[in-house]
């Protein structure tokens, strides 16, 4: 079965600073992998995904995401976290059946 | 191109009533999908949908049920409602069926059961 894994419930960081968000994935085959972000009240919002090609995905907002095969991750990433990125972040990995997997989520606060 | 758009935002129900969700895809999209979302289980996928036919079903009673009409809007019905089906159902649209497109979602419906 398709899966993702989000290690941390809570993630903490400075405005300014760098943040990742990680995840890591257990496919069988080559995975199709995705993030999404969800503000109190809100949808989810598409932020990238991973089909294959660069293992450095770029999307939206200024994040940015590293494809890496034989750590099985795909952690989240962004140079400088601004106030407004605290949120809810969901890993996601398409199974056989097109329906998205997603990770438990993870809680990000920025604190200025 | 206006977004996928769900209604009603908000629902009360009691026990063993019965409910039905709306969701309007992104013009152009053809599969819609719903996933329910709660503190417990996080997100987990109810079906899907595309050209009408349900192409996908994940594992919840037959209680949770949906269509698709022509016109690629979508229900969902849950019939004798438990405490547990409090939940923000949230649906999705794609371009297609194919993997490689991302879903784009709505707001949600927040379904308390009382």
């Known amino acids: 079965a398709q899966s993702v894994a989000q290690p941390e419930d809570q993630v903490n960081v400075a405005e300014g600073n760098p943040l990742t968000v990680k995840c890591t994935y257990s496919?069988?085959?080559?995975?199709?992998l995705f993030w999404y972000v969800q503000y109190p009240n809100r949808g989810l919002q598409f932020l990238l995904k991973?089909?294959?090609?660069?293992?450095l995905v770029k999307g939206s907002y200024g994040f940015e995401a590293e494809f890496n095969k034989s750590q099985t991750s795909f952690h989240l990433k962004k140079p400088s976290a601004l106030v407004s990125d605290s949120a809810l972040y969901f890993c996601a990995v398409l199974n056989s059946g097109y329906a998205l997997n997603f990770g438990k989520g993870t809680s990000l606060l920025v604190t200025p | 191109k206006a977004g996928v758009t769900q209604t009603p935002r908000y629902l009360i129900k009691t026990r063993g009533q019965q409910v039905t969700l709306s969701c309007s895809p992104i013009?152009?999209?053809?599969?819609v999908s719903w996933y329910q979302q709660t503190p417990g289980q996080g997100l987990q996928f109810l079906f899907e949908?595309?050209?009408?036919?349900?192409?996908n079903k994940g594992n919840f009673p037959g209680r949770f049920s949906g269509r698709q009409f022509s016109n690629s809007r979508s229900e969902m019905n849950v019939s004798t409602l438990e405490l547990g089906d409090s939940a923000l159902y949230l649906c999705?649209?794609?371009?297609?069926?194919?993997?490689?497109?991302?879903?784009?979602f709505g707001p949600g419906t927040r379904l308390t059961v009382l």
């Open positions: 013009s152009g999209h053809r599969s």
């Open positions: 991973y089909i294959t090609g660069d293992n």
């Open positions: 999705a649209s794609r371009l297609s069926s194919g993997g490689h497109n991302e879903q784009f």
């Open positions: 496919v069988s085959g080559n995975p199709y």
């Open positions: 949908y595309f050209s009408e036919t349900q192409r």
